[in-house]
């Protein structure tokens, strides 16, 4: 693709007034912000969910105060019920995947720093970016929107299986207007999100600086492009599952549900539709999801330790090869969660193999990431921490996933606590770690203001320690036969595990308590924060040659001109060990 | 250039420079129409599965008046085409009558067609009634009104985009953008080949 060859008028005016500057801001650092807020809200919600679930996994007839406000049906005298346990994981898992994972990363970041990074004044389409925020806090609202209505949210997980998702209200509580709810505030989310990388596709193809060839933006954008492509496509498959999810419910048609099928007693009036339908449809879209969930995060952590180590990566190109291999590779695995459904096993054959091919580019990612580490002087501090506690959670959950790619092994570890500690650790953990490393490396820019790297470096070491003792343990409960989904396990099989469930949950609350350092942090620092420079970490990328915070087109009016590759470190520069990359001055090689 | 070429050969040979956004608007519109096929291919898919997961799959036989319908969706693209093949001079500065005159009219065309194609699919969708066939009859007719009425509504959109563009030709001092044209008139040419596709698998799949 050749670069812009004409400069664009602005792309829009400046803005005027409070509601334009902060509410419906056309400008992509405030969208930004505003997802990332909307993320911050979402993993608050998630957070405390997950402390109800874990709290009532070992003391599940002890009251907690108060919840008997938030459902008298579901928490009857503040103890759970085990329906509502359900609601509160489907309702746990849904936020944290599509509202925090698919946002912060993704859409809050990429947001605020892909334009900056191509050295563009803004998104291509400023009015659909605004659009694409507005439709998802809507979606946000209609999701939340379940637990204040009497039926309650839906207890079929966030990945809502048919036929329980699909019949109606006969299949539990929760499952009449609270699934209702659910799948059309992901069909509204679907929208929002295949706007934003509908942007960042045209942002990034037809809006980059002169000079500023492909190969020459930095990891994280062609993290936040190579991601927005996998989200163009796998977005397009959930809506119209959603949509049909939404029909089979209340329109009578049989799209997933089977005949003959007696749910409550009551005979359902459906027939001839097929439940693995529902679950082809939803992984197709599903997997990639989880790709859609890491790879930004990969992109911050690579963009972030080589500005720490002072040296380029072993190889920036063969990172961005891989990046875009896992993207490719993703497409064919999405059998790997129905090994066990009842899918014709040589189907699993078919997914297996291209599931453990998918290790591949990211082993090869990883041994880079590891081989550029052998022998750098690595500057310590919250951000590059966060981003080696990413390589070590993302190693430590990803090798997890070379047992549950086999389908034989898949067979005993299915739908255990082994597949929950793994998807936790990849997704949950390393996917934040780059989220919060993210932060402390670039909230000075966004702010003009620098977190407190003290609390920063206090919040990592808490947050590593406890994600390790709250998700290593699953994988021996999961081999041990800890189903999960499951609302309580003290009075069967499963009870000499509980000890370790205790630890698990003392573990999961610590550290959820050591997250309000952060939030603290996040909210002292912009207003008694460092005042932050132009570039703080001696950054090479156009993020580090304007002002913090940036002024509303980036870039003052000015077209900056590119003449090196993002990772000009370690050289003879002007300004120290470093070359920016609109800077004239001649490359080191 | 040596100096025997003829200045017309000169004037093309130059490159016509587009700003970036107007390259931008023809990425979003083909990224749009990427996303959308996808999503129908979601929706085959679907009904491919449906089809061989149960044996009460019963032949529906379409509606006569589809074969109109997609007459006057084609020939909306030919008036289309015309459209656009007039108000290719036509730039935002200058204000040449003629020539937004003939655009206008010719866009008029377009959007009656496309009116007529969404009359004639709602008129399907009673025919098909008549004879008992509703959204949850059968797994047939369902996919019929799903497949026909995303495809509406993805028209209805096209039909808003070409109010849009009118509007911008009837404002004085002509705020006609060719980039948001073109765009449009790629996304409409999109829903004809769509919908010539989606009559080939309902004819052999329902």
């Avoid at chain 1, 103890?79 to 994981?89: D, N």
Wanted: with cysteine; glycine share 8%.
């Amino acid at each position: 693709m050749q670069e812009a060859s004409a400069q664009p008028a602005h792309v829009h005016a400046p803005p005027e007034g409070f509601i334009r500057k902060h509410v419906f801001s056309l400008d992509h650092k405030v969208i930004g912000k505003q997802y990332y807020a909307l993320g911050l809200l979402a993993v608050c919600m998630g957070m405390g969910l997950s402390w109800l679930m874990r709290f009532h996994l070992v003391w599940p007839t002890t009251r907690i105060p108060g919840l008997e406000l938030l459902s008298k049906v579901g928490a009857p005298g503040g103890v759970i019920t085990p329906e509502y346990y359900l609601s509160l994981l489907t309702m746990h898992g849904t936020l944290m995947v599509f509202f925090v994972l698919t946002n912060a990363p993704f859409a809050a970041f990429g947001n605020y720093f892909l334009p900056i990074q191509i050295g563009a004044e803004d998104m291509a389409f400023p009015r659909f970016n605004m659009m694409s925020f507005w439709t998802t806090l809507v979606a946000f609202l209609v999701l939340v929107l379940a637990f204040v209505i009497p039926d309650g949210p839906p207890i079929s997980g966030w990945t809502s299986y048919a036929p329980l998702s699909a019949v109606g209200q006969d299949a539990g509580p929760g499952m009449g207007w609270g699934m209702n709810l659910w799948g059309i505030s992901i069909a509204i989310f679907c929208i929002g999100s295949l706007l934003g990388a509908l942007n960042f596709i045209a942002t990034t193809l037809d809006l980059r600086a002169k000079g500023m060839t492909l190969m020459r933006m930095p990891i994280c954008t062609w993290a936040w492009f190579i991601t927005s492509c996998i989200a163009l496509l796998a977005f397009a498959v959930l809506l119209p599952a959603c949509i049909l999810l939404i029909l089979d419910r209340t329109a009578g048609t049989s799209f997933f549900i089977p005949s003959g099928l007696v749910v409550s007693d009551r005979l359902q009036p459906h027939s001839g539709g097929s439940p693995l339908l529902w679950q082809h449809l939803f992984w197709f879209f599903g997997h990639p999801e989880v790709y859609i969930a890491i790879l930004p995060s990969m992109g911050i952590v690579s963009h972030i330790l080589i500005n720490s180590m002072r040296k380029p990566l072993l190889s920036s190109k063969v990172i961005i090869y891989c990046m875009m291999s896992i993207g490719f590779l993703s497409w064919m695995v999405w059998g790997h969660h129905m090994f066990v459904s009842g899918m014709n096993p040589f189907s699993s054959l078919l997914f297996s193999f291209p599931t453990l091919t998918i290790t591949i580019p990211a082993t090869i990612m990883t041994l880079i990431w590891l081989g550029s580490l052998y022998g750098a002087n690595l500057r310590i501090n919250a951000a590059s921490l966060f981003a080696l506690g990413f390589i070590s959670m993302f190693v430590s959950g990803g090798v997890s996933g070379f047992f549950l790619a086999q389908p034989s092994i898949d067979i005993v570890l299915h739908a255990t606590y082994f597949v929950v500690g793994h998807f936790h650790m990849v997704m949950g953990v390393a996917s934040i770690f780059g989220v919060f490393a993210g932060t402390y490396f670039w909230y000075g820019k966004m702010t003009g203001r620098m977190m407190n790297e003290k609390l920063g470096q206090l919040h990592f070491w808490l947050t590593f320690i406890g994600t390790y003792c709250i998700f290593m343990p699953f994988h021996y409960l999961g081999l041990v036969g800890n189903i999960r989904r499951y609302s309580s396990f003290v009075n069967d099989f499963m009870g000499p595990l509980m000890p370790l469930h205790k630890f698990i949950t003392i573990a999961a609350l610590s550290t959820g308590a050591a997250q309000f350092i952060f939030l603290f942090n996040l909210i002292y620092s912009h207003f008694k924060g460092k005042p932050a420079s132009e570039n703080p970490w001696e950054g090479t990328t156009l993020e580090w040659s304007i002002p913090s915070p940036p002024p509303w087109n980036n870039f003052g009016g000015k077209h900056p001109v590119i003449y090196h590759d993002p990772y000009q470190y370690g050289v003879k520069g002007s300004k120290g060990d470093y070359i920016m990359q609109d800077s004239p001055e001649p490359s080191a090689s | 250039m040596s100096s025997t070429t003829y200045p017309s050969v000169r004037a093309a040979a130059a490159p016509k420079v587009r700003s970036a956004h107007a390259e931008a608007s023809r990425s979003g519109i083909w990224v749009g129409i990427c996303t959308i096929t996808m999503s129908f291919m979601a929706f085959l898919s679907a009904l491919y599965v449906r089809q061989g997961a149960s044996a009460d799959w019963t032949h529906i036989v379409l509606p006569r008046i589809l074969y109109l319908n997609t007459l006057a969706l084609l020939l909306s693209s030919a008036t289309l085409e015309m459209s656009r093949r007039a108000l290719a001079p036509v730039s935002g500065s200058e204000v040449d009558s003629v020539a937004v005159r003939k655009g206008f009219a010719w866009l008029s065309g377009t959007l009656a067609l496309g009116l007529l194609f969404v009359a004639g699919q709602y008129e399907a969708w009673r025919q098909l009634a008549a004879q008992g066939l509703y959204l949850a009859t059968n797994a047939n007719s369902s996919f019929y009104y799903v497949l026909t009425a995303m495809h509406g509504l993805h028209l209805l959109a096209g039909i808003a985009a070409l109010l849009f563009v009118m509007s911008r030709l009837l404002l004085v001092g002509n705020r006609f953008r060719h980039s948001t044209f073109e765009a449009t008139t790629i996304y409409w040419h999109f829903m004809g080949v769509l919908w010539l596709f989606l009559l080939l698998v309902l004819r052999t799949k329902l």
